[in-house]
């Protein structure tokens, strides 16, 4: 055994990568779990092609999994990764020049043949010619080792060689310290149907602790120490796990069947996929034939007394948004899921972006106001979906969640809520006629509505005495009878706006953090903008910079303290990956000059750009008050 130096950090970012069939998903997610479980804070960003299997051993075809982890509070996978696994040439290619300088880069050293380095344009080979001078480049026959830890098991080569993702496992969980019973455990439950698979698996991840353990390659391990956490049971969880729950919580507590009608779509599949799980709770999950039947059969199971909830991403929310227009009418409980993802059309599937808040605020034909929230952080995604069902339920509406495919396909640790501190949700439904006919007869009208929320009566069909028709046709206010009288449908469509404004009741003052209490700058988030926005804003508070920062969870209606924040400040600067959308609302709502910062390149925002543009407002800002003082004296 060989003794080794062991360097403490606070922090450390790993990204694995490899060619899409090489199980790097997987690598991570297992890598991702033990880390959680020896207590660290952490957050991940799965990255992978749309081709369901590009060429073999091109970058377009590299799939990537990153984690950041610490003894601190972690809010983004970090940017430039402390390690790279590189399971290929493409994998070294595609993401070599991304690793912090200093940092070290593994490689399977079997698969740098002169044929793979052609197919790249490298004529030398890119690990001892200078091109990764800047790194530690540890070269290690990550496959034949792999093989050669298997020669016991009767199955073929090729089989043998899919193992080397766990090899590779083994050793980057011998390089931090972390133990390997997690995973074990992970591996025998997955393939206990498969006995000869699981034992190559755990071959392979013993294999690849031992060669770290016994190789003089690497001359340090790193420990990063648990993070304090509040006092609580915590698990890893994706944002769109998360989503799936806080539905589940929703209609548990609102004493509902949850009704899911869903056509699978990236990156919103996995909510589908984790509610068909959840049948034991109550679930019903009807995967219907395309996006229209999905949000259809919901509005049907919120007629018939049930929490109807549809999930999508991007094109499918175009494709809903005539029967949203329908639960506006209808006036019914229904959450609208989108998980946003890059680009127009088919665009950039798995890739994230926050494209669609116009969408969701205006995409809708007539005057069809929606309330609209954002969850911030993968678990987050969690009490989001819980406060959507909340708002639906109360207020007789349907409402969006948007999360985005970073949320959703991300993870960090979640606190396990204590079930008995949420609050119910009371579907109150009618049960008694609530009006008289002409003839003074008892009777029941379905839109004559609460004062306080405006939410008209939620009557169960075939409950005795309250028979009713709903339709797309607008209503007469009180009698719900077809209406096309002028005078009336201004009253419902004014009706219709308000209550989305009385929503507000419901939502949280907009919280600011602004330690000094004297900055003049704000930076001001929505959706998955929260963590880096917030931890560049904390990296630079260390420094002495003065910058606030805020974000909106509920962006309809907008908090009611909205416009004095933003009045607040000198400059309110908003970082959002969309060409502006919020800013524009923002601009419109309130006649307030926000700057609006873009980015669509398929990934968040990185926290040193976000640094960087901090200081040159700040800076800018500072020269402001100079050049006054200046003309004032």
């Not at 991570?28 to 952490?42: E, H, M, V």
């Not at 091109?58 to 003894?71: K, Y």
């Amino acid at each position: 055994m060989t003794t080794r130096d062991i360097q403490k950090v606070h922090r450390i970012a790993i990204r694995f990568s490899g060619d899409s069939g090489d199980g790097m998903q997987l690598t991570g997610d297992r890598f991702t779990a033990d880390t959680a479980l020896f207590g660290n804070d952490l957050a991940t960003l799965p990255n992978y092609p749309s081709e369901i299997r590009a060429p073999q051993g091109t970058v377009l075809g590299v799939s990537n999994f990153q984690v950041q982890f610490g003894d601190h509070d972690i809010y983004t996978p970090g940017d430039n990764p402390d390690v790279l696994v590189a399971m290929n040439p493409a994998a070294l290619k595609a993401n070599g020049k991304e690793v912090r300088p200093g940092g070290h880069i593994i490689v399977d050293a079997d698969t740098f043949t002169a044929r793979a380095l052609e197919k790249l344009g490298w004529s030398t080979d890119p690990r001892t010619d200078g091109t990764f001078g800047d790194y530690h480049v540890h070269s290690v026959p990550l496959t034949s080792m792999t093989v050669a830890a298997l020669a016991p098991f009767d199955m073929p080569k090729k089989d043998k060689e899919r193992s080397k993702n766990m090899f590779a496992l083994g050793l980057v969980s011998w390089m931090f310290g972390h133990p390997l019973d997690g995973t074990k455990t992970f591996l025998t439950s997955k393939f206990a149907k498969k006995p000869a698979v699981l034992q190559a698996n755990l071959a392979a991840l013993e294999a690849g602790w031992t060669y770290g353990e016994n190789t003089e390659v690497f001359g340090v391990r790193y420990e990063v120490a648990p993070a304090k956490m509040d006092k609580g049971v915590y698990r890893n969880i994706t944002g769109n796990t998360a989503t799936a729950y806080g539905m589940v919580l929703g209609a548990h507590k609102a004493g509902l069947q949850l009704v899911l009608g869903s056509y699978p779509i990236t990156p919103a599949t996995d909510i589908l996929h984790t509610l068909s799980g959840l049948k034991r709770y109550g679930v019903m999950t009807l995967q219907m034939e395309d996006e229209i039947a999905g949000i259809g059969a919901a509005v049907g199971a919120s007629f018939a007394g049930k929490l109807g909830v549809t999930t999508t991403s991007g094109p499918g929310m175009c494709l809903k948004s005539e029967f949203m227009g329908l639960a506006v009418m209808l006036e019914l409980p229904l959450v609208i899921v989108d998980v946003q993802r890059g680009g127009p059309s088919t665009g950039l599937p798995t890739k994230t972006e926050q494209a669609d808040l116009a969408l969701a605020l205006y995409g809708r034909h007539g005057e069809s106001p929606i309330p609209v929230i954002a969850a911030q952080s993968p678990a987050d995604c969690l009490d989001a979906a819980y406060e959507a069902c909340a708002l639906a339920v109360k207020y007789r509406h349907p409402v969006i969640l948007l999360t985005d495919g970073y949320l959703g396909n991300g993870s960090e640790p979640m606190q396990i809520p204590n079930l008995d501190a949420v609050p119910p949700i009371h579907p109150n439904f009618t049960t008694q006629p609530n009006a008289v006919n002409g003839k003074g007869e008892p009777a029941f009208h379905p839109y004559r509505r609460d004062p306080e929320t405006l939410a008209r009566p939620w009557a169960v069909p075939g409950t005795p005495g309250l028979q009713h028709r709903l339709g797309g046709l607008e209503k007469q206010d009180g009698s719900g009878a077809i209406s096309h009288d002028p005078a009336n449908h201004d009253r419902m469509t004014r009706l219709r706006v308000q209550k989305v404004a009385r929503m507000v009741a419901d939502v949280p003052d907009l919280a600011v953090e602004d330690p000094t209490g004297d900055a003049d700058l704000l930076m001001l988030g929505w959706g998955s903008s929260y963590g880096p926005i917030k931890a560049a804003c904390r990296n630079l508070r260390e420094q002495g910079v003065k910058v606030a920062q805020a974000h909106l969870r509920y962006l309809n209606p907008l908090p009611a303290n909205t416009a004095e924040v933003l009045r607040r400040y000198r400059r309110v600067v908003v970082p959002e990956m969309n060409l502006g959308q919020l800013a524009r609302h923002l601009r419109a709502e309130f006649l307030v000059d926000v700057v609006s910062v873009t980015s669509v390149r398929g990934l968040p925002f990185a926290v040193p750009e976000l640094m960087h543009l901090i200081n040159q407002h700040v800076d800018d800002l500072n020269l402001g008050h100079e050049v006054a003082e200046e003309v004032s004296e």
